[in-house]
């Protein structure tokens, strides 16, 4: 079955600090992956996505993910956190054939320390 | 830079009652989804629509739920008679092919009483 897996449940930051979010998918087709950002009480925005090619790609907001098809993973890293980061990241997949959805995984939510 | 609008941006409703999440996808987007978030919880896969059908849809979308695209613009989810589990968050999204990048909107928070 298709499923992401976001192994953290809470993780908690100083300002400054290097950030990695974790993200693993089990998925049958070539996936496509996503990072999306959700502050309090707003919408999902797309931070980063990976369709093909290098699999280091860069997003807004200073994120970056990288893909690595042999652990099935796509983690989101960013070098300095910032206070405004701090909020809830869903990694999803979703692929081209097959299934007409996006899966979400169950999230991360980020707090970052003065 | 062109968004996804949804209205209303709350709604209350008391139970046994039908309400109707208007959603206004981006105007060159083909594919068109509908998620929902019970608070604090994992953001749901309810119905994706295509080509003027639904292309796919998740154990949650009984039939007290319908979707429909009344004109060129609009895309609406209804729920025929709610109920007090139907509280959650409604996201609509949109996509201009089928698998790359949705754009969420800002969601419908929906509260049944």
């Known amino acids: 079955a298709q499923s992401v897996t976001q192994p953290d449940i809470h993780i908690t930051v100083s300002e400054g600090a290097s950030l990695e979010l974790r993200c693993n998918y089990s998925y049958g087709a070539t996936p496509y992956l996503f990072w999306y950002v959700q502050s309090p009480g707003q919408g999902l925005q797309l931070l980063l996505k990976y369709f093909s090619g290098d699999t280091l790609v860069q997003g807004i907001k200073g994120f970056e993910a990288e893909f690595k098809r042999s652990q099935s993973s796509f983690n989101l890293r960013k070098p300095s956190v910032h206070w405004s980061d701090a909020a809830e990241y869903f990694c999803?997949?979703?692929?081209?054939?097959?299934?007409?959805?996006?899966?979400f995984g169950t999230g991360t939510r980020l707090k970052v320390l003065a | 830079e062109p968004e996804v609008t949804q209205t209303p941006s709350h709604q209350v409703t008391q139970m046994g009652q039908e309400v109707i999440l208007r959603c206004v996808p981006i105007?060159?987007?083909?594919?068109f989804y509908w998620y929902r978030q019970i608070l604090g919880q994992k953001v749901e896969f309810l119905v994706s629509f295509y080509n003027n059908e639904i292309s796919e849809k998740s154990e949650i979308f009984d039939d007290q739920f319908s979707v429909e695209r009344p004109d060129g613009s609009n895309f609406t989810l209804k729920i025929r008679s709610t109920k007090l589990e139907d509280s959650a968050m409604y996201f609509c999204?949109?996509?201009?092919?089928?698998?790359?990048?949705?754009?969420f909107g800002q969601g419908t928070r929906l509260t049944v009483v």
């Open positions: 999204a949109s996509s201009e092919v089928r698998g790359t990048e949705a754009f």
């Open positions: 999803a997949v979703s692929t081209t054939s097959g299934t007409y959805k996006y899966i």
């Open positions: 105007s060159n987007h083909l594919y």
